[in-house]
T-cell receptor, first 115, second 114 residues
Framework: GAGVSQSPSNKVTEKGKDVELRCDPI?????LYWYRQSLGQGLEFLIY????????KSGLPSDRFSAERTGGSVSTLTIQRTQQEDSAVYLC?????????????FGSGTRLTVV | AQSVSQHNHHVILSEAASLELGCNYS??????LFWYVQYPGQHLQLLLK??????LVKGIKGFEAEFIKSKFSFNLRKPSVQWSDTAEYFC????????????FGKGTHLIIQP
């Protein structure tokens, strides 16, 4: 597609429920990234995919967070047993791989609110 | 690990004032530097980037940034701001080769008063 598409744009969930966030990167972009944006915390790196593999999972905050990417395209970020501190905007970005020097193109994000 | 520091978390200016937002990074090797902007309700957009060559780079909407290697800095400037420049500004760094991905600063919230 023309840009990075994320869905849903907003998600309100009850504490303890699982959520899935979806990212559809720009066609042909082999690298895909998930970031979390919290008020006053800037952008926190979560995970990076090159193709379908994730060489860098260091940013996932806990084992409740997982992500996968299939077909070198769509990625899903799953948060299990959500907690209130998971409330944030989750941003996805993609870039031409593998060296990522051109910078990233970001989606509009999913605003997650855990109540 | 590399880090990016943005010293001003909130900046309030009047229209036509000059702007300089500070950005320092910690990595001593080759770096590629970026400024991203996020307008209210919109997604992050690339404002400008530095890879090599002239350390003064020009971006969109009249913004420019200067890479000073000796100071590990990449400050963003604009001679005369407009109300429409109200946004969140993020400095970001990729180490040469891209091995560590893009590391962002915590952002500067810029408010321009008409």
């Amino acid at each position: 597609g023309a840009g990075v598409s994320q869905s849903p744009s907003n998600k309100v969930t009850e504490k303890g429920k699982d959520v899935e966030l979806r990212c559809d990167p720009i066609s042909g972009h082999t690298a895909l990234y998930w970031y979390r944006q919290s008020l006053g915390q800037g952008l926190e790196f979560l995970i990076y995919f090159q193709g379908n593999s994730a060489p860098d999972k260091s940013g996932l905050p806990s084992d409740r967070f997982s992500a996968e990417r299939t077909g070198g395209s769509v990625s899903t970020l799953t948060i299990q047993r959500t907690q209130q501190e998971d409330s944030a905007v989750y941003l996805c970005a993609s870039s031409l791989g593998p060296y990522r020097l051109e910078g990233y193109t970001f989606g509009s994000g999913t605003r997650l609110t855990v109540v | 690990a590399q880090s990016v520091s943005q010293h001003n978390h909130h900046v309030i200016l009047s229209e036509a004032a000059s702007l300089e937002l500070g950005c320092n990074y910690s990595y001593g090797g080759t770096v590629n530097l970026f400024w991203y902007v996020q307008y209210p309700g919109q997604h992050l957009q690339l404002l400008l980037k530095y890879f090599s060559g002239d350390p003064l780079v020009k971006g969109i909407k009249g913004f420019e940034a200067e890479f000073i290697k000796s100071k590990f800095s990449f400050n963003l400037r604009k001679p005369s701001v407009q109300w429409s420049d109200t946004a969140e500004y993020f400095c970001a760094v990729i180490r040469g080769g891209g091995a560590d991905g893009l590391t962002f600063g915590k952002g500067t919230h810029l408010i321009i008063q008409p």
